[in-house]
């Protein structure tokens, strides 16, 4: 079974620094997706961003940015000039690539505080 | 598109009561899933189907669980009896063919006293 696994359960950064949230998997499948889920205090499921196994560019959305080490099975967010609306729950998230459908699996959230 | 929709948003009902939360996915896709999410256990899956046929149930917690989709367009997630252990805010999220990620409804915020 796949498991993913956020060692960070709090986090903190100053607004306008940059700062990185860890994520590590486990998998014995080749291709997959990836994904980080953002949850503001309204509790809505957000989609950051996401990567494709099989692509080894990295994915990059506007201030967001994923380094995905597929041989290591990490994938950190990079979140650059933070601001205040990126204060969240932020869940790192799997889910096979099987043509037939898969479950999405979570890990346990990494809250970020920003500063101001 | 209206996005995923559940409802109701709250619900506040007393132990052994039946309570029923609703989903409806967004049109066309084909998978549909059933998350909980509490303080203690995170985001926890109950339930997918695809295609309206349930694929994987092990996350269901026993047997006062049981969810249903009978068409394309509605789910239900049924508790019966309730208990104040499944105060929780339970999400439904929806995916279509070939695309890998969930699209999620605002969730429904379950108190059970």
């Known amino acids: 079974a796949q498991t993913v696994t956020q060692s960070q359960p709090e986090m903190s950064v100053q607004e306008a620094e940059t700062v990185t949230l860890s994520c590590t998997y486990d998998t014995s499948e080749s291709d997959y997706y990836l994904f980080w889920y953002k949850q503001p205090p309204s509790r809505q499921m957000i989609l950051v961003i996401r990567?494709?196994?099989?692509?080894?560019q990295n994915a990059t959305e506007n201030r967001f940015s994923v380094n995905f080490q597929k041989a290591a099975k990490s994938f950190s967010l990079k979140i650059s000039d933070s601001q205040l609306g990126d204060a969240a729950m932020y869940f790192c998230a799997y889910r096979s690539a099987r043509p037939s459908g898969s479950r999405l699996t979570f890990g346990e959230g990494t809250q970020l505080t920003v500063n101001p | 598109d209206a996005g995923v929709i559940q409802s109701p948003r709250h619900e506040v009902t007393e132990m052994g009561q039946e309570v029923t939360l609703r989903c409806k996915p967004i049109?066309?896709?084909?998978?549909l899933f059933w998350y909980r999410q509490t303080m203690m256990r995170g985001l926890e899956l109950l339930i997918y189907?695809?295609?309206?046929?349930?694929?994987?149930d092990s996350g269901m917690p026993e047997d006062r669980f049981s969810a249903k989709m009978p068409n394309a367009s509605f789910s239900t997630l049924k508790i019966q009896p309730s208990e104040p252990r499944d105060s929780a805010v339970y999400f439904c999220?929806?995916?279509?063919?070939?695309?890998?990620?969930?699209?999620f409804g605002q969730g429904t915020r379950l108190t059970v006293v």
């Open positions: 990567q494709e196994a099989y692509k080894q």
């Open positions: 999220a929806s995916t279509y063919p070939g695309n890998a990620e969930a699209f």
């Open positions: 049109s066309g896709h084909n998978s």
């Open positions: 189907f695809n295609n309206n046929v349930p694929i994987d």
